[in-house]
């Protein structure tokens, strides 16, 4: 069973800054994609980022670009680790954040399934 695991949120001042790391347990091979999506107490869940792995494009809503930054490394043992740098957050950046990850080969494409989720972790911006 593939596990998706985040950490790294936390409270911040509006102005400062976040590093939110995710890690994918061993399977049979790294990811094709990976993305960051947050949902805010009654809102629908947004893409915030995503990463087609090693090297590919990126994606980022129009609420984060110029802010946030995705990258990625798929590692020799078949994991992978995404990273989201968030900077100059905003309280409307306050939100449960979720990593989730894609193997299908689509994704290359823009046809996403991210299949494999995390269990999320809080960004709660102050100001």
């Known amino acids: 069973q593939v596990q998706v695991m985040e950490s790294g949120g936390g409270s911040v001042m509006a102005g400062g800054s976040l590093r939110l790391s995710c890690a994918t347990s061993?399977?049979?091979?790294?990811?094709?994609?990976m993305g960051w999506f947050r949902r805010a107490s009654v809102q629908e869940r947004e893409r915030v980022a995503s990463?087609?792995?090693?090297?590919?494009?990126?994606?980022?809503?129009d609420s984060v670009k110029g802010r946030f930054t995705i990258s990625q490394r798929s590692n020799a043992n078949d994991t992978a680790t995404a990273i989201l740098l968030m900077n100059n957050l905003k309280p409307e950046d306050t939100a449960m954040y979720y990593c989730?990850?894609?193997?299908?080969?689509?994704?290359?494409?823009?046809?996403?399934?991210?299949?494999?989720w995390g269990q999320g972790t809080q960004v709660t911006v102050s100001s």
């Open positions: 989730a990850a894609d193997w299908s080969r689509d994704c290359r494409n823009g046809v996403f399934e991210f299949g494999y």
């Open positions: 990463i087609v792995t090693d090297g590919g494009s990126t994606y980022y809503a």
């Open positions: 061993e399977y049979s091979s790294s990811p094709y994609c």
